[in-house]
C-alpha cells in the first residue's frame, strides 16, 4: 500500500515562487541578451555618485576663482587667483593648515595604538562573552553621534566634570581640561577608535594562529611574537586604518568647534566661517580645495610608501 506522501506532489514553497516573479520580472525589464552590460548596471550607482562629487568639486573650482565684491557682496566676474594669494600670504591659515595636520597625526598615532590590542583581544578571546562584550562597547557608539559625544566630553572634562571631581578628592585642580589642543585630540581619538578597530580586526583575523604558535614554539616570548609577526603581518590593517582616520580626523568639523571653544580651528572651521559667516564662497572654496590637495597628497604619499595593493591585503613586504 502507497502512502498518501509517496504519491502527491511536491509542494512548492512559497518563497520559491515569489523568487521566480522577480526573475520573470528582471528578465522583462533586463533581458538576457543584455547581459554582457550587467556589471556596468551594478556600477552604475556608484559612478553616479563619484559624477556629482565631481561635478560639485568642479563647481567649487570654478568658485574659488572669484573674489568677494564688497559693495556688493557678491561674487566678481572677473577671474583670479587672489583668493589662493590671500591664504598663502595669511599667517592665520597656514597656522591652521599645520594644527590641523598635527591634529590628525597625533590621532593616528594615538588611536592605532589603542586600536590595536583592543583588536587583537577582540579576535583572540576564547570567551565568547568578552567578544560580544567588546562588539557592543564597540558599535554603541554609532548610536550615539558625534555632537552627542562631544557634549559628554564637555561634561566629563569641565571645571565641575566628573575628572575634576575625581582630582578633587585627593586635593588637585581644577584643571582646565577643555577647549584646547590636547582636548581636541582627546575627542577626535575617542571618536575615531571604532573605525580603527572596525578597519584592524579582518588584518589580525587574516593571521593564523598557527604562526603565533610557530614563533612561541621557538623560543619567541609573547611580546617578541606581536612584534616581530603580528604587527608586520597586521601592517595592512594598519596602513588603512592610519589612512581612514588621518583623512577624517583632518577634515573634522564637530570636534574642534565644540572642544576647541573657537580658538583650536582645523580647515573645516575655517571653511565653514568663510561660507556661512564672512560669505566669502570663493575663499572658502579655495581652502576646500586646498583641503582636497592635501589628503590627496597624504593618502598618495602612504601609497608610495606601502604600495597601492597593501590596502587590499596584497602588497609588497
Do not use: C
Amino acid at each position: 500500500m502507497t502512502r498518501e506522501s509517496d504519491t502527491s506532489p511536491f509542494p512548492y514553497p512559497l518563497r520559491w515562487r515569489i523568487m521566480d516573479g522577480l526573475e520573470s520580472a528582471l528578465d522583462a525589464v533586463w533581458p538576457r541578451s543584455m547581459s554582457r552590460y550587467s556589471g556596468w548596471a551594478l556600477v552604475a550607482p556608484a559612478l553616479l555618485l563619484v559624477g556629482i562629487l565631481v561635478l560639485g568639486l568642479a563647481n567649487i573650482a570654478e568658485s574659488s576663482l572669484h573674489t568677494l565684491d564688497r559693495s556688493t557682496f557678491l561674487p566678481s566676474e572677473d577671474y583670479t587667483l587672489a583668493n589662493y594669494q590671500t591664504v598663502a600670504d595669511s599667517a592665520t591659515y597656514w597656522r591652521v593648515m599645520w594644527r590641523s595636520l598635527l591634529g590628525a597625526a597625533l590621532t593616528v598615532v594615538f588611536t592605532l595604538l589603542l586600536a590595536l590590542p583592543y583588536s587583537y583581544v577582540m579576535v583572540r578571546t576564547p570567551s565568547a562573552a568578552i567578544r560580544k562584550a567588546l562588539l557592543v562597547a564597540l558599535f554603541l557608539p554609532f548610536f550615539i553621534g558625534q555632537v552627542v559625544r562631544a557634549y559628554g566630553i564637555l561634561i566629563v572634562l569641565g571645571t565641575s566634570g566628573a575628572v575634576n571631581d575625581v582630582l578633587g578628592f585627593v586635593g588637585i585642580g581644577p584643571f582646565r581640561l577643555l577647549f584646547n589642543f590636547p582636548a581636541v585630540v582627546f575627542g577626535l581619538v575617542q571618536y575615531m577608535l571604532p573605525f580603527a578597530v572596525l578597519m584592524l580586526a579582518p588584518a589580525l583575523t587574516a593571521i593564523p594562529r598557527e604562526i603565533e604558535t610557530a614563533a612561541t614554539s621557538l623560543g619567541a616570548n609573547w611580546i617578541r611574537t606581536f612584534w616581530h609577526v603580528v604587527i608586520p603581518m597586521a601592517r595592512p590593517g594598519l596602513v588603512g586604518a592610519g589612512l581612514v582616520v588621518g583623512t577624517l580626523s583632518l577634515t573634522d568639523f564637530a570636534m574642534p568647534a565644540m572642544l576647541g571653544g573657537g580658538s583650536q580651528d582645523f580647515i573645516a572651521n575655517a571653511i565653514y566661517d568663510q561660507f556661512f559667516r564672512t560669505a566669502d564662497q570663493g575663499l572658502g572654496a579655495a581652502l576646500a580645495l586646498l583641503l582636497v590637495a592635501l589628503g590627496s597628497i597624504l593618502v598618495g604619499i602612504a601609497i608610495a610608501l606601502f604600495g597601492a595593493g597593501t590596502l587590499g591585503m596584497g602588497g609588497k613586504r
